[in-house]
């Protein structure tokens, strides 16, 4: 949106604005903000650098390298600080209106600020989506590994078993008994997961599904909240 210039108007810090529509919530407008700054000083720096092919290629190095780190410092944030347990009360936001979009959705993050600020608000916006996915990869992670499905499927029976022994014979009237059947499962469960490597599947399941929240939470531009409700 663009303002006619007024004499009579105040000059506002970027930081103090920034900050204020942080506060304000609205995180698409500084997402957006930030984008602009950031495309705006790599253009006057390069037309002062555009004199000597040294500079060109240093300032292309510089570039680079400012992208490789953006990049680096996504596994560095904690994705989670603002989640919280209502984020998955609500309805799914839509896959293909509202998650995935079009590709005018997508831009690279101008800088960690930028990146910790679309992370921390896409996986509060998208917490449903990111848990649908993850159950989606352990599927085909377990698809890929059938003894680890063996595994999983053979400790799930063996609770069953020992509820059912459990309401049959009355365990809870015997504490102790119970309690050295319950720990004997335990044992038991555990070697069973362990060697059929059912936590290998469930560690690669997460790993692939934490590195596409993070970058998909990163390049996904912020938009506005009403929209996204529209689009459930």
């Known amino acids: 949106m663009v303002f006619s210039s007024n004499p009579l108007s105040l000059s506002v810090p970027d930081t103090t604005f920034d900050a204020w529509l942080r506060d ?41 390298f400012s992208h490789i780190l953006t990049l680096l410092s996504l596994f560095t944030l904690n994705p989670f600080s603002k989640l919280t ?12 209106r509202s998650f995935f979009a079009d590709c005018g959705s997508y831009s690279f993050p101008s800088g960690s600020d930028q990146a910790r600020l679309r992370v921390n608000e896409n996986v509060k916006r998208y917490a449903r989506n990111y848990a649908s996915l993850f159950i989606l990869f352990f599927a085909c992670t377990l698809y890929q590994m059938p003894l680890a499905l063996i595994g999983l499927i053979s400790s799930l029976a063996l609770w069953d078993v020992f509820k059912f022994c459990s ?23 555990a070697v069973v997961l362990i060697c059929l490597n059912v936590q290998m ?9 934490y590195t596409v929240m993070v970058l998909h939470a990163a390049f996904r531009k912020l938009t506005p909240a009403k929209q996204s409700a529209r689009s459930r």
Do not use: K, N
């Open 167 to 189: 309401d049959r014979w009355g365990w809870d009237r015997y504490p102790v008994l119970r309690q050295v059947m319950v720990r004997t499962a335990q044992c038991v469960t």
């Open 24 to 64: 304000s919530g609205y995180l698409e407008i500084l997402d957006q903000h930030s984008s602009s700054s950031a495309t705006a000083a790599p253009a006057t720096t390069s037309t002062i650098t555009s004199t000597t092919t040294t500079a060109t290629a240093t300032g292309l190095f510089i570039s680079f």
């Open 85 to 96: 347990t209502d984020d998955f009360s609500g309805q799914t936001p839509s896959w293909t």
């Open 201 to 209: 599947a469930f560690f690669c399941a997460v790993g692939i599904s």
